[in-house]
C-alpha cells in the first residue's frame, strides 16, 4: 500500500494554517480526545542527542533509558546511514494504560522562525511494557521507526511538501526498514515468512499493509543485511531519498535488478522453509476451536480447568476485552466479564486480561478497569464476582495460584522493575519476593511443595537488591529457576541454562518441568527432568506457540498459534507428554548461537592475554569511524553472588498469615 501524495499534501496544508506561535517556541495544544481518570506532571532528562520526559518520580528509568539510547545512537544512525536534524523528544509512560490517557500524542509541535512554521519537531511516546527486555525493543523500534521517517520525508516543512508530492514509497519498505534496525532476525518474522512461502502467496506479499507489510520488509532488510552486507541498507535508504523509488535505489546499490532481488529473496526464505518442512508439521485443523471473532482478535491467556472439564480464555480486539469459559465437553460457551473499548489509532496491551484458576469452579481475572489493574475472583456456582483493585502495580504480566487456591503469585512492575509479589486471594496482603534489574517473568506454583518456577534472564543466583545492571547490559536469554518460600537463604536455584528463551514453566513434580522455548528456532514445548539432567522437546510445530496451557494429569493441551497473522486456539485432549522429538535448529538459531560462541571465545582470549597483548591487539584491530564503543558501559555478573542481603522470612502456603498491615511494596523481603 502506497501513502496517498493528495492525502499528504491536504494534511500539510491544514497543518500549514495553524495559528502563529512566537519564534522559537514550542505550541503545544491538549485536547479531550483521550478518557483521563488522572493528569501528568512532566519532568525531563536532556542528553546529547534525545530529551526523555517523566512523571511520578520515575528518573532512575528515564536515566536508564537515556543512556540506553544514547549508546544505541551511532548504531542506528550508521545502520541507516543518517543523522537527525534535531533532538527527539521521547515521553516515558508507566504503562499503557497511562498512555491511552494522555493527550500528548494527539497534536504535533510546530516551530517558527520569523513568523512561518519551519519544522516540526520530533516526539514519541513510549509506554513501559512490564519487562525490561521489551521496553528496550520499544524505545529501539520507536526511534528508528522515527529516524527513518524523518531520512525519508524530512523535518523540515518544505522537505515534507516535497517528499509528499514526489515520494510514494510502499509501506512494506520503511515499516520494514525500522523493524529491522529495531529488532534484526526474530523467530516472529521467520514463522511468518515461512508461511508466506508454504501458501504461495509470494506475488501478493508487497501490497500487504500494517502489520503483515511490516514483518515482510522486516525480512526483506535482514536479507538485504545477510547477503549484501548491512551497509547496503543505508546505500539504499540514502539513494531512495534522492531518487524518491527503491526500485531503482536498489538497482544504483546492488547492481542487480529490482526484480532479480526479489526473486532472490524468495529463494533465500524457500530454502529454509523446505528445511523445517522436513522435520516440524503444522497444526492440525482437527485441534482448531471454531470461533466467531473478528480478525482484529487476539487471544492473550487461556487456562485449562483442574478438573480438565472446562477452558477458560481471555481475547482482546483493539481494546475490548471479554473472558469466556468453554466446556470441554459440549462446547457451551460462557461470558463472564467484559470491559473495555475498541480504540482507532491507538496502541492496545495485547497481553490483558490474565486469568487463572484458583480452584476447579474459581477463575481470577486480572485487567485494566478504569485506568487501574483490578483483580477479579468469578465463582462459577454463584456467578458471583469479588472485584478487588491492584493500585499499586503499573503492570501485571501472569498470575497463578497455589493448590488450595489461598495464594498467588504474580509477575508484576513496580516503579519500572518487574518482580515476583506473593498475595492473599481473599484479603488485600502483598509480599514481594524478589528486588532487582532483572524481568521475572511467568512463575507457577510446584505441586506439593511451597515452592515456586519462573523465568528470569537473571545471571546471578542471589536476590541482591543492591546490585545494578543499565539495559543495554542485561541478557535477552531467559533460564528456569526455583524460588523456595519456606528457605531463609536469599537465592534461587537454576534449573535450566541453554542458549535460548525458555518461558512458561509448568512443573509436574520437584524435578520434571515442562516450558516453551525456542532452544531451536521456533517456540516449541520442551521437557527438563533434573533428575536425569536431560532436555526433551515435546513438540515440533513448524509456527511458533503464543501462549498454552497442560493439564499434565488429564493430557490436556491448550494453545495459541498465529495463522495469517491471526490468533488461533488450539486444544489436544489426548496430548501425550512423554513424546520425544528431535528436530534441527532453523538457520536463525544457527547463526545467533555461532555468533555467541565467537563472542565467548574473543572474552577468553582476552582473560588469558596479558596487558601488553591486549592493548595491541585493539590498537592493531581496525575502529569503526562512526560507532562508539559501548563495552567499558557492560557489567559482568558474577554465577556466584556471595552478597548478603535480608534473609526471607518463613512461608507456609497452606497456613499462611500476613502481617496485620499490609507489607509495603517497595521494601524487599
Request: avoid cysteine.
Given at each position: 500500500m502506497r501513502v496517498s501524495a493528495r492525502f499528504l499534501v491536504s494534511a500539510l496544508v491544514l497543518l500549514y494554517f495553524i495559528p502563529e506561535a512566537t519564534a522559537q517556541r514550542a505550541n503545544e495544544v491538549f485536547g479531550k480526545n483521550r478518557i483521563q481518570y488522572r493528569s501528568f506532571d512532566w519532568v525531563y532528562l536532556s542528553g546529547e542527542n534525545?530529551?526523555?520526559?517523566?512523571?511520578?518520580?520515575?528518573?532512575?528509568?528515564?536515566t536508564e533509558a537515556l543512556q540506553y539510547l544514547e549508546s544505541e545512537f551511532d548504531r542506528i544512525t550508521d545502520l541507516i546511514g543518517y543523522a537527525p536534524y534535531y533532538k527527539a523528544r521521547i515521553f516515558l509512560y508507566n504503562s499503557l494504560a497511562d498512555q491511552r490517557q494522555s493527550n500528548v500524542g494527539l497534536n504535533r509541535t510546530e516551530y517558527t522562525v520569523n513568523g512561518e512554521i519551519e519544522f516540526v519537531k520530533p516526539y514519541i511516546e513510549v509506554s513501559y511494557p512490564g519487562t525490561s527486555q521489551e521496553f528496550k525493543r520499544e524505545l529501539l523500534y520507536k526511534v528508528s521507526d522515527l529516524m527513518i521517517n524523518e531520512m525519508m520525508y524530512g523535518g523540515n516543512l518544505k522537505e515534507i511538501f516535497q517528499s509528499a508530492l514526489l515520494m510514494n514509497l510502499s509501506e512494506w519498505f520503511v515499516k520494514g526498514a525500522s523493524e529491522y534496525v529495531a529488532k534484526g532476525w526474530t523467530s516472529e518474522m521467520d514463522d511468518y515468512v515461512r508461511e508466506i512461502i508454504r501458501s504461495k502467496r509470494v506475488n501478493k506479499i508487497f501490497r500487504l499493509t500494517g502489520r503483515e507489510a511490516a514483518v515482510v520488509g522486516q525480512s526483506f532488510w535482514n536479507f538485504i543485511a545477510e547477503k549484501y552486507g548491512k551497509s547496503s541498507i543505508s546505500n539504499i535508504l540514502n539513494y531512495t531519498r534522492i531518487t524518491r523509488k527503491e526500485e531503482q535505489s536498489v538497482l544504483i546499490t546492488l547492481g542487480v535488478s529490482y526484480k532479480q532481488v526479489i526473486k532472490e529473496w524468495q529463494q533465500y526464505y524457500s530454502e529454509m522453509e523446505a528445511q523445517v518442512s522436513k522435520s516440524y508439521i503444522s497444526h492440525p485443523d482437527s485441534t482448531k476451536l471454531r470461533l466467531r471473532h473478528n480478525s482484529t482478535t487476539q487471544f492473550t491467556t487461556l487456562k485449562v480447568s483442574p478438573d480438565g472439564k472446562y477452558l477458560a480464555y481471555a481475547e482482546n480486539d483493539r481494546g475490548r476485552y471479554i473472558v469466556k469459559v468453554r466446556s470441554l465437553q459440549n462446547g457451551k460457551e460462557t461470558t463472564i466479564l467484559t470491559h473495555g473499548s475498541k480504540v482507532i489509532a491507538q496502541e492496545v496491551d495485547y497481553r490483558l486480561p490474565i486469568i487463572g484458576w484458583s480452584d476447579a469452579s474459581t477463575l481470577g481475572v486480572i485487567a485494566v478497569r478504569n485506568g487501574e489493574y483490578t483483580f477479579w475472583l468469578y465463582d462459577m456456582n454463584s456467578h458471583t464476582k469479588l472485584p478487588r483493585e491492584l493500585d499499586k502495580f503499573n503492570n501485571v504480566r501472569s498470575i497463578s495460584f497455589s493448590s488450595n487456591g489461598r495464594l498467588a503469585v504474580l509477575s508484576a512492575d513496580y516503579e519500572g522493575k518487574n518482580d515476583l509479589y506473593l498475595i492473599s486471594s481473599r484479603r488485600d496482603r502483598i509480599r514481594r519476593l524478589t528486588n532487582d534489574p532483572y524481568d521475572d517473568l511467568d512463575p507457577t506454583f510446584i505441586p506439593n511443595t511451597n515452592k515456586i518456577v519462573f523465568s528470569s534472564n537473571r545471571t546471578?543466583?542471589?536476590?541482591?537488591?543492591?546490585?545494578?545492571v543499565p539495559l543495554s547490559s542485561l541478557s535477552e536469554n531467559y533460564s528456569l529457576y526455583a524460588f523456595d518460600l519456606d528457605t531463609t537463604k536469599t537465592r534461587v536455584q537454576r534449573i535450566t541454562n541453554t542458549v535460548s528463551k525458555d518461558f512458561s514453566p509448568l512443573a509436574l513434580n520437584n524435578n520434571v518441568f515442562y516450558y516453551l522455548s525456542d532452544q531451536r528456532g521456533i517456540v516449541n514445548l520442551f521437557k527438563y527432568d533434573?533428575?536425569?539432567?536431560?532436555?526433551?522437546q515435546i513438540t515440533n510445530f513448524s509456527s511458533g506457540i503464543k501462549n498454552y496451557d497442560l493439564n499434565i494429569p488429564r493430557g490436556t493441551?491448550?494453545?495459541?498459534t498465529n495463522h495469517k497473522m491471526q490468533d488461533e486456539i488450539h486444544v489436544n485432549q489426548g496430548f501425550n507428554t512423554n513424546r520425544q522429538i528431535f528436530t534441527p535448529s532453523t538457520r536463525r538459531k544457527e547463526l545467533q548461537q555461532s555468533r555467541i560462541i565467537r563472542e565467548k571465545r574473543a572474552q577468553q582470549e582476552s582473560k588469558n592475554m596479558s596487558l601488553k597483548d591486549l592493548i595491541n591487539s585493539r590498537l592493531e584491530k581496525p575502529q569503526d569511524s562512526v560507532k562508539k564503543s559501548t563495552d567499558s558501559l557492560s557489567v559482568q555478573q558474577p554465577t556466584q553472588d556471595s552478597t548478603k542481603t535480608k534473609s526471607i522470612p518463613t512461608v507456609n502456603t497452606d497456613n499462611y498469615v500476613f502481617e496485620d498491615e499490609a507489607v509495603k511494596i517497595g521494601r524487599a523481603h
Open positions: 534525545f530529551d526523555v520526559y517523566y512523571y511520578d518520580g520515575r528518573r532512575a528509568v528515564a546471578t543466583d542471589s536476590l541482591n537488591t543492591k546490585v545494578k533434573r533428575s536425569t539432567g536431560i532436555y526433551t493441551l491448550a494453545m495459541v
